[in-house]
């Protein structure tokens, strides 16, 4: 089994900036891609940010230029970095792992239960 544990949501300001972390730990043998996804009430959820492996990053349209994802691969631990946020950023923020586990190798998608986002003055 993998856990995926979120942590630094909370309430800020328009303007303000929060960070969000995720560590993914347990029978874990290769990461292929860990994200940022997001659901506002009454929404679907949709991707924020992700990254791969080798680096190679995405990010919703509505977040380029104020959010940035970070690895520490050493940790298998994602990062999201959100400046200048909006009221409509508000939002649960759950952590994606997609990876390939222990002893099986199957891939598979991992959820973290997500942290809650709010934006408001």
């Known amino acids: 089994q993998v856990q995926l544990v979120e942590s630094g949501g909370g309430l800020v300001q328009p303007g303000g900036s929060l960070r969000l972390s995720c560590a993914a730990s347990g029978r874990i043998f290769r990461i292929n891609t860990m994200g940022w996804y997001r659901q506002a009430p009454g929404k679907e959820r949709e991707l924020v940010a992700v990254?791969?492996?080798?680096?190679?990053?995405n990010y919703a349209d509505s977040v380029k230029g104020r959010f940035t994802i970070s690895t520490d691969n050493a940790k298998n631990t994602v990062y999201l970095q959100m400046n200048s946020l909006k009221p409509e950023d508000t939002a649960v923020y759950y952590c994606?792992?997609?990876?390939?586990?222990?002893?099986?190798?199957?891939?598979?998608?991992?959820w973290g239960k997500g942290t809650l986002v709010t934006v408001s003055s």
């Open positions: 990254i791969g492996s080798g680096g190679r990053i």
């Open positions: 994606n792992a997609n990876l390939f586990e222990e002893p099986s190798l199957r891939r598979v998608d991992y």
